[in-house]
Protein backbone atom coordinates (compact mmCIF):
# COMPACT_ATOMS: atom_id res chain seq x y z
CA UNK A 1 0.00 0.00 0.00
CA UNK A 2 1.22 3.46 -0.98
CA UNK A 3 1.87 6.07 2.00
CA UNK A 4 2.10 9.49 1.46
CA UNK A 5 3.34 12.78 3.51
CA UNK A 6 2.48 16.14 3.07
CA UNK A 7 5.22 18.95 4.35
CA UNK A 8 3.35 22.51 5.29
CA UNK A 9 5.41 25.65 5.54
CA UNK A 10 3.36 28.89 6.59
CA UNK A 11 5.05 32.31 6.50
CA UNK A 12 2.95 35.19 7.81
CA UNK A 13 -0.37 34.09 6.73
CA UNK A 14 0.55 32.07 3.41
CA UNK A 15 1.13 28.35 3.83
CA UNK A 16 2.97 26.42 0.66
CA UNK A 17 2.23 22.64 0.65
CA UNK A 18 4.64 21.37 -0.81
CA UNK A 19 4.51 18.04 -2.93
CA UNK A 20 3.73 14.66 -1.46
CA UNK A 21 6.87 12.93 -0.67
CA UNK A 22 5.25 8.92 -1.52
CA UNK A 23 7.13 6.02 0.65
CA UNK A 24 7.01 2.83 -1.09
CA UNK A 25 6.26 2.13 -4.81
CA UNK A 26 4.63 4.47 -7.12
CA UNK A 27 3.59 3.87 -10.95
CA UNK A 28 6.02 5.53 -13.33
CA UNK A 29 2.52 6.36 -14.82
CA UNK A 30 1.02 8.69 -11.90
CA UNK A 31 0.50 11.75 -12.33
CA UNK A 32 3.08 14.66 -9.96
CA UNK A 33 1.20 15.49 -6.95
CA UNK A 34 0.54 19.29 -7.75
CA UNK A 35 1.89 21.58 -4.96
CA UNK A 36 -0.06 23.86 -3.05
CA UNK A 37 0.68 27.50 -1.84
CA UNK A 38 -2.38 28.80 0.07
CA UNK A 39 -3.94 32.54 1.50
CA UNK A 40 -6.39 34.08 3.59
CA UNK A 41 -7.72 37.52 2.98
CA UNK A 42 -10.01 38.70 5.54
CA UNK A 43 -13.76 40.37 5.55
CA UNK A 44 -13.68 44.60 5.33
CA UNK A 45 -15.71 47.15 6.16
CA UNK A 46 -15.69 50.02 3.61
CA UNK A 47 -16.70 53.56 3.49
CA UNK A 48 -16.91 53.68 7.71
CA UNK A 49 -19.74 56.47 7.23
CA UNK A 50 -18.61 59.32 5.20
CA UNK A 51 -15.26 58.11 3.63
CA UNK A 52 -17.20 56.67 0.41
CA UNK A 53 -14.19 54.74 -1.67
CA UNK A 54 -11.14 56.16 0.42
CA UNK A 55 -11.93 54.68 3.95
CA UNK A 56 -11.82 51.35 4.94
CA UNK A 57 -10.48 48.70 7.55
CA UNK A 58 -9.67 44.91 8.13
CA UNK A 59 -11.50 42.73 10.82
CA UNK A 60 -9.33 40.56 12.44
CA UNK A 61 -8.95 37.12 11.21
CA UNK A 62 -10.02 36.27 14.93
CA UNK A 63 -13.93 36.93 13.59
CA UNK A 64 -13.29 33.74 11.47
CA UNK A 65 -14.50 36.05 8.41
CA UNK A 66 -12.45 35.54 4.77
CA UNK A 67 -11.50 33.63 1.87
CA UNK A 68 -8.81 31.55 1.33
CA UNK A 69 -7.56 30.60 -1.85
CA UNK A 70 -5.38 27.79 -2.78
CA UNK A 71 -3.07 27.95 -6.64
CA UNK A 72 -0.67 25.08 -7.57
CA UNK A 73 1.20 26.86 -10.48
CA UNK A 74 0.58 24.74 -14.21
CA UNK A 75 2.04 24.72 -17.70
CA UNK A 76 1.22 27.88 -19.48
CA UNK A 77 -2.49 28.04 -20.60
CA UNK A 78 -3.89 25.89 -18.69
CA UNK A 79 -6.31 27.44 -16.10
CA UNK A 80 -9.12 25.86 -13.74
CA UNK A 81 -10.95 26.68 -10.91
CA UNK A 82 -12.88 25.54 -8.37
CA UNK A 83 -15.22 26.97 -5.92
CA UNK A 84 -17.19 26.11 -2.15
CA UNK A 85 -18.52 27.78 -0.15
CA UNK A 86 -20.81 30.07 -2.96
CA UNK A 87 -23.73 27.75 -2.94
CA UNK A 88 -23.01 26.83 -6.80
CA UNK A 89 -23.39 31.09 -7.64
CA UNK A 90 -20.06 31.78 -8.55
CA UNK A 91 -18.48 31.28 -12.09
CA UNK A 92 -16.01 28.80 -11.85
CA UNK A 93 -14.83 30.34 -15.65
CA UNK A 94 -11.23 31.69 -14.95
CA UNK A 95 -12.48 34.63 -17.08
CA UNK A 96 -15.27 35.31 -15.11
CA UNK A 97 -14.30 34.92 -12.07
CA UNK A 98 -12.26 37.77 -9.88
CA UNK A 99 -9.78 35.17 -8.10
CA UNK A 100 -8.44 33.68 -11.27
CA UNK A 101 -8.64 37.20 -13.17
CA UNK A 102 -6.41 38.92 -10.35
CA UNK A 103 -4.36 35.71 -10.67
CA UNK A 104 -3.84 36.17 -13.78
CA UNK A 105 -2.86 39.94 -13.44
CA UNK A 106 -0.65 39.08 -11.11
CA UNK A 107 1.20 36.45 -13.55
CA UNK A 108 1.09 38.49 -16.55
CA UNK A 109 2.76 41.47 -14.04
CA UNK A 110 5.53 39.51 -13.05
CA UNK A 111 6.37 37.94 -16.52
CA UNK A 112 5.43 34.09 -15.21
CA UNK A 113 4.18 32.01 -18.52
CA UNK A 114 2.14 29.57 -16.66
CA UNK A 115 -1.36 28.33 -15.87
CA UNK A 116 -2.98 27.68 -12.39
CA UNK A 117 -4.97 25.30 -10.87
CA UNK A 118 -6.93 27.05 -8.15
CA UNK A 119 -9.66 26.12 -5.32
CA UNK A 120 -11.34 29.50 -3.70
CA UNK A 121 -13.37 28.68 -0.59
CA UNK A 122 -15.77 31.49 0.45
CA UNK A 123 -16.23 31.95 3.84
CA UNK A 124 -17.99 35.50 3.34
CA UNK A 125 -21.53 35.70 2.19
CA UNK A 126 -22.44 37.00 -1.43
CA UNK A 127 -23.55 40.47 -1.57
CA UNK A 128 -22.94 41.28 2.33
CA UNK A 129 -21.30 44.28 2.38
CA UNK A 130 -18.44 42.82 3.77
CA UNK A 131 -15.65 42.98 1.12
CA UNK A 132 -16.72 39.45 -0.18
CA UNK A 133 -15.38 40.25 -3.70
CA UNK A 134 -12.10 41.96 -2.54
CA UNK A 135 -11.70 38.80 -0.03
CA UNK A 136 -11.53 36.30 -3.29
CA UNK A 137 -8.93 38.85 -4.78
CA UNK A 138 -6.58 39.69 -2.52
CA UNK A 139 -6.59 36.35 -1.37
CA UNK A 140 -5.94 35.02 -4.58
CA UNK A 141 -3.33 37.91 -5.38
CA UNK A 142 -1.25 36.59 -2.49
CA UNK A 143 -1.79 32.97 -3.04
CA UNK A 144 -0.10 33.73 -6.77
CA UNK A 145 2.63 35.99 -5.48
CA UNK A 146 3.98 33.33 -2.84
CA UNK A 147 3.57 30.41 -5.30
CA UNK A 148 6.19 32.63 -7.80
CA UNK A 149 8.47 33.26 -4.92
CA UNK A 150 7.01 36.36 -3.84
CA UNK A 151 7.91 39.31 -6.31
CA UNK A 152 5.74 41.82 -5.00
CA UNK A 153 4.71 43.16 -1.59
CA UNK A 154 1.20 43.59 -0.43
CA UNK A 155 1.03 47.36 -1.08
CA UNK A 156 2.49 46.11 -5.28
CA UNK A 157 -0.42 43.52 -5.05
CA UNK A 158 -3.18 46.49 -4.55
CA UNK A 159 -3.34 47.75 -8.13
CA UNK A 160 -4.04 43.85 -9.04
CA UNK A 161 -6.83 43.05 -6.70
CA UNK A 162 -8.60 45.94 -7.97
CA UNK A 163 -8.97 44.45 -11.28
CA UNK A 164 -10.82 41.95 -9.40
CA UNK A 165 -12.98 44.65 -8.14
CA UNK A 166 -13.71 45.84 -11.09
CA UNK A 167 -15.26 43.40 -12.92
CA UNK A 168 -17.56 42.47 -10.01
CA UNK A 169 -18.46 45.52 -9.26
CA UNK A 170 -18.02 48.10 -12.23
CA UNK A 171 -15.56 49.93 -10.36
CA UNK A 172 -11.67 49.26 -9.32
CA UNK A 173 -12.39 51.10 -5.94
CA UNK A 174 -9.38 50.11 -3.66
CA UNK A 175 -11.71 50.57 -0.27
CA UNK A 176 -12.40 46.81 0.00
CA UNK A 177 -9.27 44.98 -1.01
CA UNK A 178 -6.18 47.56 -0.26
CA UNK A 179 -7.48 46.43 3.52
CA UNK A 180 -7.94 42.93 2.69
CA UNK A 181 -4.39 42.96 1.49
CA UNK A 182 -2.81 45.58 4.28
CA UNK A 183 -4.65 45.39 7.48
CA UNK A 184 -5.71 48.09 9.95
CA UNK A 185 -7.32 51.35 8.70
CA UNK A 186 -6.60 52.96 5.64
CA UNK A 187 -7.38 56.31 3.70
CA UNK A 188 -7.29 55.96 -0.25
CA UNK A 189 -6.76 58.73 -2.44
CA UNK A 190 -6.64 58.97 -6.06
CA UNK A 191 -3.19 60.39 -7.07
CA UNK A 192 -1.65 60.47 -10.42
CA UNK A 193 1.81 60.93 -9.49
CA UNK A 194 1.49 58.32 -6.97
CA UNK A 195 3.75 55.35 -7.58
CA UNK A 196 3.19 52.12 -8.55
CA UNK A 197 -0.74 52.62 -9.17
CA UNK A 198 -2.00 56.01 -9.16
CA UNK A 199 -3.36 56.03 -5.09
CA UNK A 200 -2.16 56.99 -2.18
CA UNK A 201 -2.17 54.87 0.73
CA UNK A 202 -1.87 56.07 4.53
CA UNK A 203 -2.03 53.54 7.59
CA UNK A 204 -4.25 55.69 10.29
CA UNK A 205 -3.40 54.70 13.74
CA UNK A 206 -5.97 52.02 15.54
CA UNK A 207 -6.95 53.26 18.45
CA UNK A 208 -5.91 50.71 21.55
CA UNK A 209 -9.66 50.09 23.00
CA UNK A 210 -11.58 50.45 19.50
CA UNK A 211 -13.62 47.17 18.67
CA UNK A 212 -15.80 46.89 15.32
CA UNK A 213 -18.91 44.72 15.43
CA UNK A 214 -20.07 43.59 12.39
CA UNK A 215 -23.97 42.15 11.60
CA UNK A 216 -25.08 40.30 8.82
CA UNK A 217 -28.60 39.88 8.00
CA UNK A 218 -29.84 37.62 5.86
CA UNK A 219 -30.31 40.31 2.90
CA UNK A 220 -28.58 40.80 -0.15
CA UNK A 221 -27.38 44.20 -2.07
CA UNK A 222 -25.84 44.02 -5.27
CA UNK A 223 -23.30 46.94 -5.25
CA UNK A 224 -23.86 47.53 -8.80
CA UNK A 225 -27.33 48.56 -7.13
CA UNK A 226 -26.44 50.36 -4.30
CA UNK A 227 -23.95 52.18 -6.90
CA UNK A 228 -26.93 52.63 -9.08
CA UNK A 229 -29.23 54.16 -6.30
CA UNK A 230 -26.28 57.01 -5.45
CA UNK A 231 -27.54 60.56 -7.42
CA UNK A 232 -25.11 61.99 -9.88
CA UNK A 233 -24.76 65.59 -8.39
CA UNK A 234 -24.63 65.90 -4.17
CA UNK A 235 -25.99 69.49 -2.56
CA UNK A 236 -23.03 71.74 -1.64
CA UNK A 237 -23.52 71.33 1.76
CA UNK A 238 -23.79 67.90 1.91
CA UNK A 239 -20.18 67.74 0.04
CA UNK A 240 -18.52 70.33 3.04
CA UNK A 241 -20.37 67.93 5.67
CA UNK A 242 -19.09 65.11 4.57
CA UNK A 243 -15.85 66.69 4.05
CA UNK A 244 -15.96 67.86 7.94
CA UNK A 245 -17.04 64.19 8.99
CA UNK A 246 -13.72 62.34 7.01
CA UNK A 247 -11.53 65.46 8.98
CA UNK A 248 -13.13 64.83 12.03
CA UNK A 249 -12.52 60.28 11.69
CA UNK A 250 -9.03 61.03 10.62
CA UNK A 251 -7.94 63.30 13.68
CA UNK A 252 -9.67 61.18 16.05
CA UNK A 253 -7.66 58.34 15.01
CA UNK A 254 -4.75 59.92 15.50
CA UNK A 255 -5.36 61.33 18.83
CA UNK A 256 -6.99 58.25 20.28
CA UNK A 257 -10.58 60.48 20.74
CA UNK A 258 -12.94 57.45 20.32
CA UNK A 259 -16.04 60.04 21.02
CA UNK A 260 -14.77 62.39 18.07
CA UNK A 261 -14.48 59.16 15.97
CA UNK A 262 -18.33 57.83 16.81
CA UNK A 263 -19.26 61.64 15.84
CA UNK A 264 -17.48 61.32 12.36
CA UNK A 265 -19.53 58.46 10.92
CA UNK A 266 -21.98 60.09 10.40
CA UNK A 267 -23.07 60.34 7.04
CA UNK A 268 -25.47 62.26 4.15
CA UNK A 269 -23.12 61.40 0.66
CA UNK A 270 -24.58 57.64 0.20
CA UNK A 271 -26.24 55.81 3.44
CA UNK A 272 -29.35 58.12 2.85
CA UNK A 273 -29.64 56.53 -0.64
CA UNK A 274 -29.36 53.30 0.31
CA UNK A 275 -30.87 52.89 3.23
CA UNK A 276 -33.57 51.96 1.90
CA UNK A 277 -32.17 48.75 0.27
CA UNK A 278 -31.47 46.95 3.55
CA UNK A 279 -34.92 46.42 5.33
CA UNK A 280 -34.77 47.66 8.92
CA UNK A 281 -31.39 49.78 8.46
CA UNK A 282 -32.66 52.63 10.07
CA UNK A 283 -34.17 51.09 13.44
CA UNK A 284 -30.92 48.81 14.05
CA UNK A 285 -28.98 51.78 13.70
CA UNK A 286 -30.60 53.71 16.33
CA UNK A 287 -31.05 50.33 18.71
CA UNK A 288 -27.11 50.17 18.08
CA UNK A 289 -26.52 53.56 19.64
CA UNK A 290 -28.75 53.18 22.15
CA UNK A 291 -26.53 50.31 23.45
CA UNK A 292 -23.55 52.49 23.38
CA UNK A 293 -21.76 52.02 20.25
CA UNK A 294 -20.02 55.11 19.46
CA UNK A 295 -21.17 55.01 15.32
CA UNK A 296 -23.05 52.67 13.01
CA UNK A 297 -23.31 52.44 9.54
CA UNK A 298 -23.69 50.53 6.38
CA UNK A 299 -20.68 48.13 5.42
CA UNK A 300 -19.50 49.02 2.01
CA UNK A 301 -22.92 49.00 0.50
CA UNK A 302 -24.69 47.04 2.92
CA UNK A 303 -26.62 45.38 4.18
CA UNK A 304 -24.01 44.27 6.31
CA UNK A 305 -23.63 47.09 9.23
CA UNK A 306 -20.67 48.28 11.64
CA UNK A 307 -20.58 49.47 15.02
CA UNK A 308 -17.07 51.46 16.20
CA UNK A 309 -17.95 50.65 20.27
CA UNK A 310 -14.97 51.38 23.22
CA UNK A 311 -13.75 48.01 24.40
CA UNK A 312 -15.04 44.49 23.52
CA UNK A 313 -18.45 44.79 26.04
CA UNK A 314 -19.54 47.90 24.09
CA UNK A 315 -19.08 46.15 20.90
CA UNK A 316 -21.16 42.95 22.00
CA UNK A 317 -24.04 44.72 23.23
CA UNK A 318 -24.29 46.67 19.61
CA UNK A 319 -24.03 43.24 17.83
CA UNK A 320 -26.54 41.64 19.83
CA UNK A 321 -28.49 44.85 19.61
CA UNK A 322 -28.06 45.43 15.67
CA UNK A 323 -29.51 41.67 15.95
CA UNK A 324 -32.88 41.94 18.07
CA UNK A 325 -33.52 45.43 16.00
CA UNK A 326 -33.71 43.28 12.58
CA UNK A 327 -35.04 40.29 14.20
CA UNK A 328 -38.10 42.90 15.40
CA UNK A 329 -38.35 44.10 11.15
CA UNK A 330 -38.71 40.47 10.23
CA UNK A 331 -35.19 39.80 9.10
CA UNK A 332 -32.91 37.30 10.61
CA UNK A 333 -29.08 38.51 11.22
CA UNK A 334 -25.96 37.29 13.26
CA UNK A 335 -23.25 39.12 14.47
CA UNK A 336 -19.59 39.32 15.13
CA UNK A 337 -17.24 41.22 16.60
CA UNK A 338 -13.58 42.07 17.77
CA UNK A 339 -10.39 43.88 16.83
CA UNK A 340 -9.42 45.11 13.77
CA UNK A 341 -6.69 43.32 11.41
CA UNK A 342 -3.09 44.46 12.66
CA UNK A 343 -0.95 46.04 9.76
CA UNK A 344 0.26 43.64 7.36
CA UNK A 345 3.83 44.31 5.77
Known amino acids: MTRFHRATIRIGGVAEYGASRYVGEMSMRAAPALSWTTAFAPATVANLGPGFDILGLALDDALGLGDTCEVALQPAGQWSLEVTGDGGRLPTDPAQNAAAVVA ?13 AMRLHKGLPLGSGLGSSAASAASAALAANAAIGAPFTRRELVAQGRVGEALCAGSPHPDNVAPALLGGILLMAPDPDALPDGLQIVRLPVPERLRVAVVIPE ?30 MVSALYEG ?19 PLVRGFVA ?8 GALGVGLSGSGPAMFALADGDSAAHRAGEALVRSFAESGVVATWRAGRIAPPQP
Do not use: M
Not at 220 to 235: G, I, N
Not at 257 to 268: E, F, S
Open 284 to 291: ARAAALAS
Open 219 to 248: LEVRTADARAALPKHVPVADAVTTAAHVGL
Open 104 to 116: RAVLERAGVQAGL
Open 257 to 275: DLARLGLGTRDVLHQPYRA
